[in-house]
């Protein structure tokens, strides 16, 4: 499988929701299905549930939700 | 709880998003409720330089929501594509990068925001940009074209996310990168439907 890098930036929205399937929970798919995990320039990703509040701009870190 | 969209679901999406978009590139003031324009790239730390490079209609047209640009490095002579283009910000700052060497490629669904972009870049880009009207769905490239894909604010409007990711990946060189800024959700997704598809776009 080609090898690529993935790098995510998070912005909390200021809407109580999306109507579309969760951005990071379709990132999550790419991330685990499409992309060779062992070439990781990007940092990890978490549930949006486990987001800091980040209004504005931020970049998080963590481990993927297996369960995704 | 995940349910399939229609095609008539998409294309309701599509519409209200291209409609969006329409207004807003006729009259950016108050359509979105975080920063935009020239105080929206500020606050992301956008190179002042090339704030100020910009004309100001463009620079008022700016609505991301992060920076890609911050997120990892872009080098000169490399291959971009902006999926989502817009205005063409960040495909100007991307050209800006990959010099005349590199080449850089953005897309929008939105014919109007195009003409917008080409209205107001025109003088500003080089031969080595190209904006073309596109679905981030069906990239219109060949495989393993690009050295960096970016993206701001656009993969959580996309019907179809995954097929956008598999067209991502498909178009990335062996080593190439995807970088993209976007929202992510921090309630409840509606559980009915057709409130979910009413409010996909606000």
């Known amino acids: 499988m080609k090898q690529v890098g ?25 991330k685990k299905k499409l992309f060779n995990e062992d070439f990781n320039v990007a940092q990890n990703i978490r549930p949006a549930a486990e987001l800091p509040d980040l209004k504005g701009n931020g970049k998080h870190s963590g481990k993927p939700d297996d369960s995704t | 709880m995940e349910f399939e969209l229609t095609s008539e679901d998409r294309d309701r999406i599509i519409k209200s998003i291209r409609q969006k978009y329409a207004e807003f590139s006729r009259s950016p003031e108050g359509k979105f409720t975080y920063p935009t324009g020239r105080l929206g790239m500020e606050k992301l730390k956008y190179d002042q330089t090339i704030i100020e490079e910009l004309p100001n209609d463009l620079v008022n047209a700016y609505c991301g929501v992060g920076n890609p640009f911050s997120i990892g490095p872009i080098n000169e002579g490399e291959r971009v594509l902006d999926i989502g283009c817009g205005a063409g910000i960040d495909t100007f700052v991307a050209a800006k990068t990959v010099g005349n060497r590199g080449k850089v490629a953005g897309i929008d669904m939105t014919t109007e925001m195009l003409s917008y972009a080409r ?15 596109a679905s981030a769905e069906a990239l219109p490239y060949a495989d393993e074209t690009f050295d960096v894909v970016i993206s701001n604010g656009v993969f959580n409007l996309i019907p179809d996310k995954k097929k956008a990711v598999e067209e991502v990946y498909r178009v990335l060189k062996p080593y190439g990168k995807m970088m993209i800024a976007d929202q992510v959700l921090i309630g409840s997704l509606p559980v009915n439907k057709e409130e979910r598809i009413e409010s996909w776009f606000r």
């Not at chain 1, 995510?8 to 790419?30: E, I």
């Open chain 1, 6 to 30: 993935f790098e995510y930036q998070a912005f909390v929205g200021t809407t109580d929701f999306k109507s579309s399937p969760v951005t990071t929970g379709a990132l999550f798919l790419a």
């Open chain 2, 119 to 133: 209205k107001n870049l025109t003088k500003l880009l080089s031969d080595n940009v190209s904006l073309q009207e």
